[in-house]
C-alpha cells in the first residue's frame, strides 16, 4: 500500500473511512500490523508497563523510546508511525520539548510524536508543531498525570469535567495537532468533540463516535493481564496459548523427549566411523 501520511489520514476522516490504530513497541509486532493493514502505529510510553514490568508510565526515558520506535519504524514502513513523548520530555518548557521531539524525529524517523494535555500543553504544541513535527493531542485519561487523577481512572463524567475536555480538544486542535486522541471518556462526550473537531478524533476506550479507533495491542491479544481495562476487547488469548507451548517445553526436556532425531544435525557415516575410531 502507499504510505499513510497526515493527507491520507485526513483524507479518511472526510470520506467517513474509520482509521484503525494499535500500539507496537517492537519490530515481530509491527511486522505483522504491517501486514494487517494498521494505518497508525503508536510506540507508546505504556511500553514501560507492558514490556518493562514498571507501575507506571513515569519512569520510560527518550532513549527507551527512541530504540523501540526505530525497532517498530523498521517493521512498518509504510503505516504512520507515532512516538510517544515520555514523562517530563515536554513538559518543562516548549524548548526542551522541541528538541526531545526533534530526536525521535530524527533518530528514530517516526512520522510524529503524540504528547499528553489539553489548554496547559497547547503552547508546547504549537512551538513543536511550528518545528516542522507533527503532533497528535492526548487527552482525556492521561497517564503521566496518574497522580494528580488518583489512578487510572476515566475521565468527563461529570458535565464540569466533561466542559474542560471540550475546552482542551479547542486548545489542541487551534494549537495545531494533526489529530487528537481521546482516551477513557463517556461516548457522549467523544461525539461531542468529534462533531466540533476538524482534525481525526481517536477513541481510546471512549465509545464509536470517533474517526478512529485504538487499543493496546497487548491487551487485544490479551498478552498483558496484570489489569484489564473496561474498554478492551480481547481477540486472542496469547497468555495461554504461549503458557501451554512453555509448559510442553519443559515437561519434554526434563522427560528426555526433546530433541528428538529430527531437530539434530547428521554426520556422513564414514566421518562418523572416523572420528569414534
Ligand atoms: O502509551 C500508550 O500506549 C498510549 C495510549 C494508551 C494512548 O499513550
Ligand atoms: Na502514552
Do not use: C, W
Not at 481525526?200 to 490479551?222: E, M, N, R, T, W
Request: hydrophobic share 45%; glycine share 8%; charged share 20%.
Amino acid at each position: 500500500r502507499p504510505k499513510v501520511t497526515i493527507p491520507v489520514l485526513r483524507n479518511m476522516m472526510e470520506q467517513g473511512q474509520k482509521i484503525t490504530m494499535l500500539t507496537a513497541y517492537d519490530y515481530p509486532l509491527a511486522l505483522l500490523e504491517e501486514q494487517a493493514g494498521v494505518d497508525i502505529i503508536l510506540v507508546g510510553d505504556s511500553l514501560g508497563m507492558t514490556v518493562y514490568g514498571m507501575d507506571s508510565t513515569l519512569p520510560v526515558t527518550l532513549d527507551m523510546m527512541i530504540n523501540h520506535a526505530k525497532a517498530v519504524r523498521k517493521g512498518a514502513p509504510t503505516a504512520f508511525v507515532i512516538g510517544d513523548m515520555p514523562y517530563m520530555t515536554y513538559q518543562v518548557s516548549p524548548q526542551e520539548a522541541i528538541r526531545n521531539a526533534g530526536r525521535l524525529m530524527a533518530e528514530a524517523s517516526v512520522d510524529a510524536v503524540k504528547m499528553e494535555g489539553g489548554e496547559e500543553m497547547a503552547s508546547t504544541i504549537k512551538a513543536v508543531v511550528d518545528a516542522t513535527i507533527p503532533v497528535m493531542g492526548h487527552i482525556g485519561l492521561t497517564p503521566q498525570s496518574i497522580s494528580q487523577l488518583g489512578g487510572f481512572k476515566a475521565q468527563g463524567r461529570d458535565a464540569a469535567s466533561a466542559e474542560k475536555l471540550m475546552r482542551d480538544a479547542k486548545a489542541v486542535e487551534e494549537a495545531g495537532a494533526f489529530a487528537l486522541l481521546v482516551e477513557a471518556v463517556p461516548p457522549p462526550v467523544l461525539e461531542e468533540i468529534t462533531r466540533r473537531a476538524s482534525i481525526p478524533v481517536i477513541s481510546l476506550g471512549s465509545g464509536k463516535h470517533a474517526h478512529g479507533q485504538l487499543l493496546i495491542v497487548h491487551d487485544i491479544l490479551g498478552f498483558f493481564d496484570r489489569f484489564v481495562p473496561k474498554f478492551v476487547k480481547q481477540y486472542a488469548n496469547l497468555n495461554s496459548t504461549i503458557q501451554e507451548a512453555l509448559k510442553q517445553y519443559v515437561k519434554e526436556v526434563r522427560e528426555g523427549i526433546f530433541p528428538e532425531d529430527q531437530y539434530t544435525y547428521s554426520m556422513k557415516p564414514e566421518e562418523l566411523a572416523e572420528f569414534k575410531k
